[in-house]
């Protein structure tokens, strides 16, 4: 069975400051995608990936980088957070079965 | 621009009645369409899914119907459960794509 870990699970931080979110994946899943999560906007694609060391914008790319320096960590920067990125971050990995991804539980981050 | 737009925010049925999603996209290139299910504190899950060549398809409870002529695809559960309450997200790709479009979310209550 797929897994994925994420963590933190919880973050409170401070405009202005760093913060990275993990994504590892306990399988060798290609695909990794980082999502946000917003009421009213459902959820958004930020950075996904397709390879070690490949990856793509999604359409809520600003003020976010990511890396995948290894198939099963998919890491998730602010390099500089602000209240805006206050959300709840999803990590998923895309299955062999056409379009369906497996989802983490969520890392909820707030920005004050 | 929304491309895939789940209309209803919220639905409240009753236990043993229907319950019908629905949700419409605009870009013509999509061929596949799921359904996500998102309870709270949890990350989606994967429901159901409909290839564009098809305008049915059914597992147990849950039928998701399309029409292509109309952009337009249904989510139809029945009977309603109690446990069906969550949030389900309509997602949508396009031919040989590797990322899905989600819509806004409709929160779906069944009342005992």
């Known amino acids: 069975d797929a897994g994925i870990t994420q963590s933190p699970r919880h973050k409170v931080t401070e405009t202005g400051t760093p913060v990275t979110l993990r994504c590892h994946q306990t399988e060798n899943h290609r695909y990794m995608y980082w999502y946000r999560q917003d009421p009213g906007h459902g959820l958004r694609l930020i950075h996904y990936s397709y390879g070690v060391k490949d990856t793509d914008k999604g359409e809520v790319s600003d003020g976010y980088s990511v890396s995948r320096s290894k198939t099963e960590d998919f890491l998730l920067t602010l390099e500089s957070a602000t209240s805006s990125q206050t959300s709840v971050y999803f990590c998923?990995?895309?299955?062999?079965?056409?379009?369906?991804?497996?989802f983490g539980e969520g890392s909820r981050l707030t920005v004050l | 621009d929304q491309q895939v737009k789940q209309n209803s925010p919220s639905l409240s049925v009753q236990e043993g009645r229907i319950s019908i999603l629905n949700c419409d996209y605009t870009?013509?290139?999509?061929?596949?369409f799921l359904w996500y299910k998102k309870y709270p504190a949890e990350g989606p899950t994967f429901l159901i899914s409909?290839?564009?060549?098809?305008d049915k398809n059914e597992d147990g409870r849950f039928t998701v119907f399309l029409n292509k002529s109309a952009k337009h695809l249904s989510l139809h559960i029945v009977p309603s459960q109690p446990g069906d309450s969550a949030v389900y997200f309509c997602?949508?790709?396009?031919?040989?794509?590797?990322?899905?479009?989600f819509g806004e979310g409709t929160q779906l209550t069944v009342n005992p």
């Open positions: 409909i290839s564009s060549i098809k």
């Open positions: 997602a949508a790709e396009e031919t040989s794509g590797s990322r899905l479009t």
């Open positions: 998923a990995i895309r299955l062999d079965r056409a379009g369906e991804l497996f």
């Open positions: 870009n013509s290139m999509f061929d596949y």
